[in-house]
Protein backbone atom coordinates (compact mmCIF):
# COMPACT_ATOMS: atom_id res chain seq x y z
CA UNK A 1 0.00 0.00 0.00
CA UNK A 2 2.90 2.28 -0.73
CA UNK A 3 3.20 4.74 2.22
CA UNK A 4 0.52 3.33 4.03
CA UNK A 5 -0.19 0.28 6.46
CA UNK A 6 -2.07 -2.99 5.59
CA UNK A 7 -3.99 -1.89 9.36
CA UNK A 8 -3.65 0.86 11.09
CA UNK A 9 -1.39 1.32 14.01
CA UNK A 10 -3.98 2.01 17.05
CA UNK A 11 -1.61 2.33 20.23
CA UNK A 12 -1.99 5.61 21.46
CA UNK A 13 0.57 8.46 23.27
CA UNK A 14 -1.51 10.28 25.57
CA UNK A 15 -0.08 13.24 28.35
CA UNK A 16 -1.94 15.19 30.47
CA UNK A 17 -0.99 18.40 32.68
CA UNK A 18 -1.81 21.70 34.35
CA UNK A 19 -1.21 25.65 33.96
CA UNK A 20 -2.22 28.35 36.41
CA UNK A 21 -5.44 29.01 34.55
CA UNK A 22 -5.79 25.36 32.32
CA UNK A 23 -5.81 21.39 32.70
CA UNK A 24 -4.92 20.00 29.21
CA UNK A 25 -4.45 16.25 27.85
CA UNK A 26 -3.20 14.97 24.23
CA UNK A 27 -3.38 11.83 22.70
CA UNK A 28 -1.44 10.68 19.63
CA UNK A 29 -1.88 7.94 17.02
CA UNK A 30 0.18 7.01 13.86
CA UNK A 31 -2.94 5.42 12.47
CA UNK A 32 -2.76 4.09 8.49
CA UNK A 33 1.06 5.31 8.25
CA UNK A 34 3.97 3.60 8.17
CA UNK A 35 5.57 5.91 10.74
CA UNK A 36 3.83 8.64 12.73
CA UNK A 37 4.30 11.78 10.53
CA UNK A 38 2.87 14.40 13.36
CA UNK A 39 3.90 16.10 16.07
CA UNK A 40 2.17 18.81 18.97
CA UNK A 41 3.24 21.32 21.16
CA UNK A 42 1.82 21.42 24.98
CA UNK A 43 3.61 24.06 26.98
CA UNK A 44 1.98 25.91 29.81
CA UNK A 45 4.42 28.39 30.52
CA UNK A 46 6.59 29.76 27.97
CA UNK A 47 8.21 32.13 30.35
CA UNK A 48 9.75 35.70 29.88
CA UNK A 49 9.11 37.83 27.77
CA UNK A 50 5.46 35.21 27.40
CA UNK A 51 5.27 34.98 31.05
CA UNK A 52 1.60 33.81 32.08
CA UNK A 53 0.89 32.54 28.52
CA UNK A 54 0.44 28.72 27.50
CA UNK A 55 1.47 27.84 23.85
CA UNK A 56 -0.33 24.81 22.43
CA UNK A 57 0.12 23.26 18.53
CA UNK A 58 -0.31 20.20 16.19
CA UNK A 59 1.46 19.75 13.52
CA UNK A 60 0.25 16.95 11.14
CA UNK A 61 3.51 16.08 8.56
CA UNK A 62 2.80 15.91 4.79
CA UNK A 63 5.52 13.59 3.22
CA UNK A 64 7.11 12.79 6.43
CA UNK A 65 8.21 13.71 9.72
CA UNK A 66 11.01 16.06 9.70
CA UNK A 67 8.99 19.25 9.24
CA UNK A 68 6.50 18.40 11.61
CA UNK A 69 9.52 17.85 14.20
CA UNK A 70 11.27 20.77 13.03
CA UNK A 71 8.47 23.35 13.88
CA UNK A 72 8.26 21.44 17.38
CA UNK A 73 11.40 21.93 18.09
CA UNK A 74 11.76 25.58 16.76
CA UNK A 75 8.61 27.88 16.55
CA UNK A 76 8.68 27.88 20.15
CA UNK A 77 11.80 29.97 20.54
CA UNK A 78 11.21 31.81 17.21
CA UNK A 79 7.81 33.14 18.86
CA UNK A 80 9.75 34.12 21.92
CA UNK A 81 12.41 36.41 19.91
CA UNK A 82 9.70 38.13 17.99
CA UNK A 83 7.97 38.78 20.89
CA UNK A 84 11.00 40.13 22.63
CA UNK A 85 11.43 42.76 20.13
CA UNK A 86 8.12 44.25 21.18
CA UNK A 87 6.11 42.70 18.30
CA UNK A 88 2.35 42.25 18.85
CA UNK A 89 1.68 38.89 20.24
CA UNK A 90 -0.67 38.18 17.34
CA UNK A 91 1.91 39.59 14.38
CA UNK A 92 4.89 37.32 16.38
CA UNK A 93 2.99 34.37 16.47
CA UNK A 94 1.87 35.14 12.43
CA UNK A 95 5.44 35.93 12.25
CA UNK A 96 6.66 32.86 13.78
CA UNK A 97 5.14 30.60 10.68
CA UNK A 98 7.19 32.79 7.88
CA UNK A 99 9.96 32.24 10.24
CA UNK A 100 9.65 28.30 9.72
CA UNK A 101 9.65 28.44 5.56
CA UNK A 102 12.35 30.79 5.89
CA UNK A 103 14.27 28.36 8.16
CA UNK A 104 13.47 25.33 6.09
CA UNK A 105 13.61 26.94 2.67
CA UNK A 106 17.25 27.99 3.50
CA UNK A 107 19.73 25.71 3.06
CA UNK A 108 21.15 26.17 6.52
CA UNK A 109 19.06 23.29 8.25
CA UNK A 110 19.77 20.52 5.71
CA UNK A 111 21.41 18.31 8.44
CA UNK A 112 18.92 18.64 10.56
CA UNK A 113 16.42 17.80 9.14
CA UNK A 114 18.14 14.86 7.78
CA UNK A 115 18.57 14.18 11.40
CA UNK A 116 14.60 14.36 12.52
CA UNK A 117 14.19 12.31 9.08
CA UNK A 118 15.97 9.10 10.77
CA UNK A 119 19.38 9.35 9.73
CA UNK A 120 22.59 11.08 8.67
CA UNK A 121 23.04 11.88 4.73
CA UNK A 122 25.81 9.63 3.98
CA UNK A 123 24.25 6.66 5.83
CA UNK A 124 20.83 6.94 3.95
CA UNK A 125 22.54 7.84 0.47
CA UNK A 126 24.79 5.22 0.38
CA UNK A 127 22.36 1.99 1.62
CA UNK A 128 19.94 3.74 -1.26
CA UNK A 129 22.63 3.84 -3.68
CA UNK A 130 24.16 0.51 -2.66
CA UNK A 131 20.53 -0.80 -3.27
CA UNK A 132 19.71 0.74 -6.35
CA UNK A 133 23.06 -0.31 -7.85
CA UNK A 134 22.43 -4.17 -7.14
CA UNK A 135 18.92 -4.24 -8.17
CA UNK A 136 19.55 -2.32 -11.26
CA UNK A 137 22.16 -4.17 -12.18
CA UNK A 138 20.27 -7.53 -12.10
CA UNK A 139 18.02 -6.00 -14.27
CA UNK A 140 20.54 -4.41 -16.57
CA UNK A 141 22.21 -7.89 -16.90
CA UNK A 142 18.82 -9.83 -17.91
CA UNK A 143 18.30 -7.22 -20.72
CA UNK A 144 21.65 -7.32 -21.99
CA UNK A 145 21.22 -11.12 -22.24
CA UNK A 146 17.81 -10.75 -23.96
CA UNK A 147 19.30 -8.20 -26.73
CA UNK A 148 22.24 -10.98 -27.31
CA UNK A 149 20.52 -14.26 -27.58
CA UNK A 150 18.00 -12.03 -30.16
CA UNK A 151 21.33 -10.88 -32.39
CA UNK A 152 22.75 -14.16 -31.94
CA UNK A 153 19.37 -15.56 -33.84
CA UNK A 154 19.05 -12.18 -35.57
CA UNK A 155 15.40 -12.12 -35.03
CA UNK A 156 13.20 -11.57 -31.73
CA UNK A 157 9.51 -12.43 -31.30
CA UNK A 158 6.73 -10.54 -30.15
CA UNK A 159 6.65 -12.03 -26.85
CA UNK A 160 10.16 -11.90 -26.10
CA UNK A 161 9.85 -8.29 -27.15
CA UNK A 162 7.17 -7.89 -24.76
CA UNK A 163 9.09 -9.06 -21.67
CA UNK A 164 12.11 -7.08 -22.46
CA UNK A 165 10.13 -3.89 -22.66
CA UNK A 166 8.74 -5.13 -19.39
CA UNK A 167 11.87 -5.17 -17.46
CA UNK A 168 12.82 -1.74 -18.75
CA UNK A 169 10.06 -0.44 -17.38
CA UNK A 170 10.62 -2.01 -14.04
CA UNK A 171 13.68 -0.18 -14.21
CA UNK A 172 12.50 2.83 -14.97
CA UNK A 173 10.46 2.83 -12.01
CA UNK A 174 12.58 1.36 -9.92
CA UNK A 175 15.64 3.87 -10.47
CA UNK A 176 13.16 6.13 -9.78
CA UNK A 177 11.82 4.92 -6.58
CA UNK A 178 15.11 4.42 -5.21
CA UNK A 179 16.26 8.08 -6.49
CA UNK A 180 13.55 9.89 -4.08
CA UNK A 181 13.70 7.33 -1.10
CA UNK A 182 17.59 8.37 -0.94
CA UNK A 183 16.98 11.42 -1.47
CA UNK A 184 17.67 14.26 1.16
CA UNK A 185 15.45 15.89 3.52
CA UNK A 186 14.32 18.91 2.31
CA UNK A 187 12.28 21.60 2.63
CA UNK A 188 11.12 21.55 -0.58
CA UNK A 189 9.56 18.38 -0.41
CA UNK A 190 8.29 17.74 3.18
CA UNK A 191 6.10 20.08 4.77
CA UNK A 192 3.26 19.82 7.49
CA UNK A 193 0.20 21.95 8.22
CA UNK A 194 -0.08 23.74 11.57
CA UNK A 195 -2.54 24.75 13.85
CA UNK A 196 -1.03 26.80 17.39
CA UNK A 197 -3.72 28.16 19.80
CA UNK A 198 -2.43 30.97 22.79
CA UNK A 199 -3.68 31.11 26.00
CA UNK A 200 -2.98 34.43 27.84
CA UNK A 201 -4.79 35.38 31.01
CA UNK A 202 -7.50 37.68 29.03
CA UNK A 203 -7.36 36.05 25.34
CA UNK A 204 -7.21 33.26 23.27
CA UNK A 205 -5.22 33.54 19.79
CA UNK A 206 -5.28 31.10 17.24
CA UNK A 207 -3.02 30.93 14.14
CA UNK A 208 -2.93 28.33 11.40
CA UNK A 209 -1.70 26.65 7.84
CA UNK A 210 -3.23 24.15 5.81
CA UNK A 211 -6.65 22.45 6.87
CA UNK A 212 -5.60 22.16 11.09
CA UNK A 213 -8.17 22.86 13.04
CA UNK A 214 -9.18 24.47 16.38
CA UNK A 215 -12.23 24.24 18.39
CA UNK A 216 -13.83 26.47 20.96
CA UNK A 217 -16.18 24.21 23.19
CA UNK A 218 -18.25 26.93 25.20
CA UNK A 219 -21.50 26.02 26.89
CA UNK A 220 -21.81 22.54 24.83
CA UNK A 221 -21.18 24.31 21.49
CA UNK A 222 -18.25 23.87 18.91
CA UNK A 223 -16.84 28.08 18.24
CA UNK A 224 -14.42 27.88 15.11
CA UNK A 225 -11.42 29.29 16.01
CA UNK A 226 -9.13 28.28 12.50
CA UNK A 227 -10.02 28.49 9.22
CA UNK A 228 -8.73 25.82 6.62
CA UNK A 229 -6.69 26.90 4.09
CA UNK A 230 -6.88 25.41 0.43
Keep these: MG ?16 GKTHSWGSSAMQGWRVGMEDAHLTLSELGDPASGTALFAVFDGHGGKEVANFCERHLPDQFLELLASHVDISLALTQAFHKMDEMLVSGNHDEELMELKGGSSSSVAASGTGAALQRSSILQNSIKQDMAAASAKDQISQQEMKQMMVKMMILK ?58
Design 3 to 18: NYLSEPSKEKHSESGD
Design 173 to 230: RLSTAESKSSAPASGFNVGCTAVCVLLTESEIICANAGDSRAVLCRNGKAVPLSRDHK
